[in-house]
């Protein structure tokens, strides 16, 4: 078992600095946010991977403190959750808000330097000029439609970390606005925040039971207006090779040459196949690492596919390419390793279709048209919703994640603070009726 993290009480005090404190707005914290490096990173042996979210998630705790909420709470592994209590007559499921606090190891997501872009006028943002980098709509046609807009972009150097800080200052704005409104009707509303979701290790943890809802939503997409509940199914695949190293002086028809071998591997597998060549529905294979020399190599890929039967045929794929290494060079020359991750949520959301209908009523209030579109990637609501927790995945107003053309719309990130508190309401409204 990995080492907890020393994450201090897991009950806190409720903190009494709620009165008179001005409300913040969605932009102000996000950007106090993203200015905390919660990069996650494989391999540290702790959990949460690395000191940064930890230190992100005592800072939400008091916040959480501060502006009234109940049971705030840091678990050993450093998950933040808290409660607003129902002000409802009638017994209702308790609805969860869910988003992770860790950013793509990626990119880099130290020293941040947001810059803001005041009525984008939809041309090209330099985002820095000695290392040639903008943001030009030509390529990055999510630009056209924020035209007028104000924007959050990098310097170039760094990630932004709008996946998922705006996800995080949304709903800590969803929970200041019910607080200061108590007229707004609700059942009990269960706040989560999680760490490591970037390294696929988000739900590791994550107390279903203690958590207190019955039904949640990860905030935690895309382009406003999205809403998806179909992902990836999803796992990670090493191939591990041995070679036989000897002098090139006389190496012939005696060398295997691992880094050759891996490569020759790589090859096998269709090249059409990746994430440069596929969209929508279309599965890939991602060779994300490589590394090696004559005796040894290893490649690590990820393999997605929508199609759970897809899924299972290119693991298939993927050993008979190995059984095929081994054929050739010999026994253990290639060893595959394939680790299941997440499974495709649609099963367990589908019984569930309200909650789907309830958001899309919430982006109507809200003037926003609703898109359901499949997320070509995982959340940890794909994996809660096989733990017993149903929850689909909605809107940041983010684009271009993990990297450092990754941007935000101010504007787009307040329609999705008005869409939660409409969703608040539907939710009420329809497990009422």
């Known amino acids: 078992m990995k080492k907890k993290s020393n994450s201090g009480d897991l009950f806190r005090r409720p903190s009494n600095s709620r009165k008179g404190r001005r409300i913040m707005t969605v932009k102000e914290r996000f950007l106090n946010y993203i200015s905390i490096n919660t990069r996650s990173e494989e391999d540290t042996g702790q959990v949460p991977s690395t000191d940064g979210q930890l230190a992100f ?28 209590g129902s002000n409802l007559e009638a017994d209702i499921p308790a609805l969860g808000f869910i988003a992770h606090m860790d950013t793509s190891p990626d990119a880099s997501g130290e020293n941040i330097k947001p810059r803001i872009i005041e009525n984008y006028d939809g041309g090209v943002i330099v985002l820095n000029e000695e290392l040639g980098m903008c943001l030009d709509p030509a390529e990055f046609e999510s630009l056209k439609s924020h035209v007028g807009e104000q924007l959050i972009v990098t310097d170039g150097t760094t990630l932004l970390g709008a996946d998922d800080k705006a996800g995080v200052a949304e709903i800590m704005c969803l929970v200041e606005h019910l607080v200061s409104h108590p007229e707004i009707k609700h059942g009990k509303i269960c706040i989560g925040f999680t760490p490591d979701e970037e390294i696929g ?26 809403i998806e509940f179909e992902n990836f199914n999803g796992c990670n695949a090493g191939v591990y090779f041995k070679g036989k190293s000897i002098h090139p002086g006389s190496a012939k028809n005696k060398m295997i040459n691992a880094s050759l071998v891996a490569l020759e591997f790589a090859a096998m597998l269709p090249m059409a196949e990746t994430p440069q060549h596929t969209e929508g529905y279309e599965g890939f294979y991602h060779l994300h690492d490589m590394k090696g020399g004559v005796e040894q190599a290893e490649l690590q890929y990820i393999i997605r596919d929508h199609d759970r039967d897809k899924f299972e045929e290119r693991k298939r794929f993927m050993a008979l390419a190995a059984f095929y290494i081994n054929k050739k060079y010999g026994e253990g020359t290639a060893k595959l390793i394939i680790e299941d ?56 107003g983010g684009h271009n994640f993990h990297g450092p053309y990754e941007y935000c719309s101010v504007n787009s990130m307040e329609k999705v603070v008005e869409i939660l508190i409409n969703l608040v309401e539907q939710y009420t409204k329809g497990k009422s009726e």
């Open 341 to 396: 991750r997440y499974f495709n949520m649609k099963e367990k959301i589908v019984p569930h279709r309200e909650l789907i209908e309830y958001a899309g009523l919430a982006m109507c209030a809200a003037e926003v048209s609703p898109k359901i579109v499949p997320i070509r990637g995982g959340t940890d609501g794909a994996r809660l919703s096989y733990m017993g927790l149903p929850c689909p995945n909605i809107c940041t």
């Open 57 to 84: 998630a005592r800072m939400l705790a008091d916040e959480l403190d501060a502006l009234g909420a109940e049971k705030v709470r840091i678990s050993e592994y450093g998950y933040v959750m808290a409660e607003l």
């Open 201 to 226: 290790n988000g739900a590791d943890y994550f107390d279903v039971s203690d958590f207190g809802a019955q039904f949640a939503y990860t905030v935690d997409g895309g382009e406003l207006g999205e």
